[in-house]
């Protein structure tokens, strides 16, 4: 098989590069060579998918049995690289979001829920992130009409993950002490590993399929209470988690999801922010490993040589996540002088 990567060097990107190499594909990447080293054994095309010379190209570096696309965030971007490669390749695979859905997280969602209205010629400006990844399944649909597979990723974690969430926790953990741990300790969660995400469009990609998968990982394959667990155990088991309850936190101003990262109080904004369905994806062959194996691989790659600088660096803006320390100082205190 002759893959085409759009992006390929960076977590999600770089797990589905890493698959098809170890299944003996022809790798080739596009990106631009700024955010990180391709992996060894891909062929790289540099360009910017913005530009039609870099994408012109592009198309004459192929053709390929299948491109993946890791990094399309606005409908006329990536509707210019589906009609540039709309006969260079057989298939198009691309990465959406759960964030398609507008009932998305105060709802439960699948496949057959309503999603964003979105034109798939949108610009940058004509919505937020969600509402432009639903225009940009609508550009490849229309671009690869019977050859468009549209992958709907919920939380996704593992190794090489920089957008500081996992990553923040695991950090946080290995510093010790007392650690503000929110919400309920028996919340059911649905995380989904990076690397079984991009095994199963792989899979797809070889059965032929032309669909829509929403892809969140096993329901409620594991909670709250043992994912904080697993990361104080995993960096060596000198955190205390502190529980304190969402009245508590959201009285004292502290912002779900940002502050603690995948913190979601039982609000009604927040109601169903776990309880989307797999169960389409499930059915056609999605196998997940254990969470704690993800947090573990994770917290290996987080901790060796330059992987703190790599996970906290200036990635696509992220911004610093995650409580400041004097403020968890201040909450821990009002919480002992409470109770």
Same mark, same amino acid.
Request: glycine share 10%; with cysteine; aromatic share 8%.
């Given at each position: 098989?002759?893959?085409?990567?759009?992006?390929?060097?960076?977590?999600?990107?770089?797990?589905?590069?890493?698959?098809?190499?170890?299944?003996?594909?022809?790798?080739?990447?596009?990106?631009?060579?700024?955010?990180?080293?391709?992996?060894?054994? @891909?062929?790289?095309? #540099?360009?910017?998918? !913005?530009?039609?010379?870099?994408? %012109? =190209?592009?198309? $004459? /570096?192929?053709?390929? +049995?299948?491109?993946?696309?890791?990094?399309?965030?606005?409908?006329?971007?990536?509707?210019?690289?589906?009609?540039?490669?709309?006969?260079?390749?057989?298939?198009?695979?691309?990465?959406?979001?759960?964030?398609?859905?507008?009932?998305?997280?105060?709802?439960?969602?699948?496949?057959?829920?309503?999603?964003?209205?979105?034109?798939?010629?949108?610009?940058?400006?004509?919505?937020?992130?969600?509402?432009?990844?639903?225009?940009?399944?609508?550009?490849?649909?229309?671009?690869?009409?019977?050859?468009?597979?549209?992958?709907?990723?919920?939380?996704?974690?593992?190794?090489?993950?920089?957008?500081?969430?996992?990553?923040?926790?695991?950090?946080?953990?290995?510093?010790?002490?007392?650690? @503000?741990?929110?919400? #309920?300790?028996?919340? !059911?969660?649905?995380?989904?590993? %990076? =690397?079984?995400? $991009? /095994?199963?469009?792989? +899979?797809?990609?070889?059965?032929?399929?032309?669909?829509?998968?929403?892809?969140?990982?096993?329901?409620?394959?594991?909670?709250?209470?043992?994912?904080?667990?697993?990361?104080?155990?995993?960096?060596?088991?000198q955190a205390e988690p502190v529980w304190m309850d969402d009245e508590f936190l959201l009285a004292h101003e502290v912002a779900p999801w940002s502050e603690l990262p995948l913190w979601a109080p039982r609000t009604e904004d927040f109601a169903a922010v776990w309880g989307h369905s797999s169960a389409k994806a499930a059915a056609a062959g999605l196998r997940c490993r254990p969470v704690s194996e993800s947090i573990r691989d994770t917290a290996a790659w987080l901790f060796a040589p330059g992987g703190?600088?790599?996970?906290?660096?200036?990635?696509?803006?992220?911004?610093?996540?995650?409580?400041?320390?004097?403020?968890?100082?201040?909450?821990?205190?009002?919480?002992? /002088?409470?109770?």
């Amino acid at each position: 098989m002759r893959l085409l990567v759009i992006g390929g060097s960076v977590f999600l990107g770089q797990a589905f590069v890493a698959e098809a190499l170890a299944r003996g594909w022809e790798v080739t990447t596009f990106n631009r060579g700024k955010t990180a080293a391709d992996l060894p054994g @891909v062929r790289a095309v #540099r360009g910017d998918r !913005e530009q039609p010379k870099d994408l %012109a =190209r592009l198309v $004459a /570096a192929g053709p390929w +049995d299948a491109v993946v696309d890791v990094c399309g965030y606005v409908p006329s971007v990536v509707g210019a690289s589906v009609a540039a490669l709309a006969e260079s390749a057989a298939s198009y695979l691309f990465v959406s979001t759960i964030n398609a859905y507008p009932g998305f997280p105060a709802v439960s969602v699948d496949e057959r829920s309503p999603r964003h209205e979105c034109a798939p010629d949108a610009g940058p400006d004509d919505g937020d992130y969600g509402v432009l990844k639903a225009g940009c399944e609508r550009a490849v649909v229309q671009g690869f009409p019977g050859r468009t597979l549209v992958i709907q990723p919920g939380l996704i974690i593992g190794p090489g993950d920089r957008a500081r969430r996992l990553a923040w926790w695991l950090r946080r953990a290995s510093q010790g002490g007392r650690m @503000v741990a929110p919400g #309920r300790p028996e919340q !059911e969660m649905q995380l989904i590993d %990076a =690397r079984d995400l $991009a /095994a199963f469009g792989l +899979d797809r990609i070889l059965a032929g399929d032309s669909d829509s998968y929403l892809v969140g990982g096993s329901p409620a394959n594991t909670t709250w209470g043992d994912y904080l667990g697993t990361c104080v155990e995993v960096t060596g088991g000198q955190a205390e988690p502190v529980w304190m309850d969402d009245e508590f936190l959201l009285a004292h101003e502290v912002a779900p999801w940002s502050e603690l990262p995948l913190w979601a109080p039982r609000t009604e904004d927040f109601a169903a922010v776990w309880g989307h369905s797999s169960a389409k994806a499930a059915a056609a062959g999605l196998r997940c490993r254990p969470v704690s194996e993800s947090i573990r691989d994770t917290a290996a790659w987080l901790f060796a040589p330059g992987g703190l600088e790599t996970a906290f660096d200036d990635y696509r803006n992220t911004g610093e996540r995650g409580l400041v320390p004097d403020k968890e100082r201040r909450l821990l205190a009002d919480w002992d /002088a409470r109770n």
